[in-house]
């Protein structure tokens, strides 16, 4: 059921009443209104920036190949001259760990600055009310438009309008599985009608999910699906910088003239216009405190600032602030000085040691990996010339993207050599199975196993080198 029926109080003597209320709200649709400003510039630029990364990266080649490719039908991950295969998993649980502790610092710092300026929800929803306004005009046209009855006029605006969401919406979700089919393949096939139906889906299903949040759903994404907008409160403290409305100087609120002395007339610096509330992608109003649904993107700070400047009174009404700060007056000095407060100081620390300590291991990855398995079917035997042999499957891993050539060996043993062919090339970023066999000579040691280590390095590079344990089982 929509409603429920709540019980009044009742009171002696009195008769039972019933008042009806509803459960939910229903939506109000928000047509925020467009703002300039220098939080809106650099919204803009980091709007320009991560879709610049996320559109074209996979159009960049490196090596002769795609630069950012995850390809997991061979278990590649191509990320520029890097190459990561199955065995490097620890460095996507790396990239996870810094990427929360990013978060938990960016927030306690400076609140929502993700989900203000580079969450995809905030990006693409930048974009489509960019597209909207160019259609339907600013705010105040959007709203007649929608409140006018189906015309001819309303129908061609709204499907241009919807046809260029679409379009961006499939190339959004075109550009999604370029990362993971070589996107130049991926566009022959298309442009062939011979996309697979792996591909077809993955490109509808992101494109769709891209045009349902940004298009339509727009604020509810971040108010009700987003689980950050929930748990933000426990990043916070009264030291987070947050955006903040100042009530000593803008109460009480209330209109006048530009030539009004508010001083005069007893009212603060607010002249209760609205803007703030007007260009809240939310539809929050600021002046009410902090609320979950503030995602932190300023745009109220730049339409205030607007205010004050035609009024003529001084900006930052609504500015960034923390909860203390505005307690006690502090000065911006004070209020960075906090910032560098032991919490944040521990979150810098644990951050920079966490990525000093992944740069570190790339750099000295040795890009050879090697794991040896017996041959169960045949763990010993003797063969001509009284030599016992084990044979071993050497899987060879070159991770690079150029080939080399390697020369095994073994050791651990007395007279341990390698019967047959003991220098293998490998291809470029190519694993290999490379048969191996073993051979001592009867009476060089006992019976039983027997540690033993298979050497492996590159001919034309000295610091390519593995060693991998074993065992030789003598009879």
């Known amino acids: 059921m929509n409603d429920a029926l709540k019980r009044d109080e009742v009171t002696a003597g009195a008769p039972e009443t019933f008042v009806e209320q509803t459960l939910y709200e229903v939506r109000k649709k928000i047509y925020p209104r467009a703002v300039t400003g220098w939080f809106a510039g650099w919204r803009w630029g980091l709007v320009w920036f991560t879709q610049f990364?996320?559109?074209?990266?996979?159009?960049?080649?490196?090596?002769?190949?795609q630069a950012v490719l995850f390809d997991l039908g061979a278990r590649k991950f191509y990320i520029l001259g890097v190459v990561f295969w199955p065995q490097?998993?620890?460095?996507?649980?790396?990239?996870?760990?810094?990427?929360?502790?990013?978060?938990?610092?960016?927030?306690?710092?400076?609140?929502?600055l993700f989900c203000g300026y580079a969450c995809p929800q905030?990006?693409?929803?930048?974009?489509?009310?960019?597209?909207?306004?160019?259609?339907?005009?600013?705010?105040?046209?959007?709203?007649i438009l929608d409140r006018q009855s189906l015309s001819g006029g309303k129908f061609v605006r709204k499907a241009v309008k919807h046809a260029l969401w679409a379009a961006v919406a499939l190339w959004t979700g075109y550009t999604f599985v370029g990362y993971f089919t070589p996107i130049r393949d991926l566009w022959a096939e298309a442009a062939a009608l011979a996309l697979g139906p792996w591909e077809v889906f993955w490109i509808l299903f992101y494109g769709f999910a891209t045009y349902g949040n940004a298009g339509w759903?727009?604020?509810?994404?971040?108010?009700?699906?987003?689980?950050?907008a929930r748990f933000q409160s426990a990043m916070f403290d009264r030291d987070t910088m947050v955006i903040t409305y100042d009530p000593n100087r803008g109460e009480p609120r209330g209109g006048r003239s530009r030539a009004a002395d508010s001083k005069a007339v007893g009212l603060g610096d607010c002249v209760?216009?609205?803007?703030?509330?007007q260009v809240c992608p939310t539809g929050i109003d600021i002046r009410d405190g902090l609320q979950y649904e503030c995602i932190g993107c300023a745009a109220c700070i730049d339409g205030c600032n607007q205010v004050m400047d035609r009024m003529g009174y001084p900006r930052s009404l609504i500015r960034y602030s923390t909860t203390n700060a505005m307690a006690a007056g502090w000065t911006l000095p004070q209020m960075v000085r906090?910032?560098?407060?032991?919490?944040?100081?521990?979150?810098?620390?644990?951050?920079?040691?966490?990525?000093?300590a992944a740069s570190v291991s790339l750099y000295l990855r040795v890009p050879l990996k090697v794991d040896v398995i017996r041959d169960r079917t045949s763990l010993s035997r003797e063969v001509e010339g009284g030599m016992f042999e084990n044979i071993?499957?050497?899987?060879?891993?070159?991770?690079?993207e150029v080939p080399h050539r390697y020369q095994?060996?073994?050791?651990?043993?007395?007279?341990?050599?390698?019967?047959?062919?003991?220098?293998?090339?490998?291809?470029?970023?190519?694993?290999?199975?490379?048969?191996?066999?073993?051979?001592?000579?009867?009476?060089?040691?006992?019976p039983g196993s027997h540690r033993i280590e298979f050497l492996v390095h590159a001919l034309d590079s000295e610091h390519i080198t593995a060693r991998e344990k074993s065992v030789f089982l003598v009879r």
């Open 53 to 65: 990364l996320y559109y074209g990266a996979p159009w960049f080649t490196w090596n002769e190949r």
């Open 392 to 400: 071993y499957r050497l899987q060879m891993m070159n991770t690079e």
């Open 338 to 356: 906090r910032a560098f407060r032991p919490r944040v100081l521990v979150y810098t620390a644990i951050l920079w040691g966490i990525i000093i």
């Open 88 to 112: 490097d998993f620890i460095y996507l649980a790396v990239l996870l760990v810094v990427s929360a502790l990013s978060l938990f610092l960016f927030t306690a710092v400076a609140g929502r």
């Open 122 to 143: 905030t990006v693409y929803t930048e974009i489509f009310l960019w597209i909207e306004k160019v259609v339907e005009g600013n705010r105040n046209r959007r709203i």
């Open 217 to 228: 759903m727009r604020e509810q994404v971040c108010k009700y699906m987003c689980p950050y």
């Open 272 to 277: 209760d216009c609205g803007i703030c509330v």
């Open 408 to 446: 095994i060996s073994a050791v651990g043993l007395p007279g341990l050599q390698v019967a047959g062919e003991s220098f293998i090339e490998v291809p470029a970023a190519t694993a290999i199975m490379v048969p191996m066999r073993l051979r001592i000579a009867a009476g060089e040691a006992s």
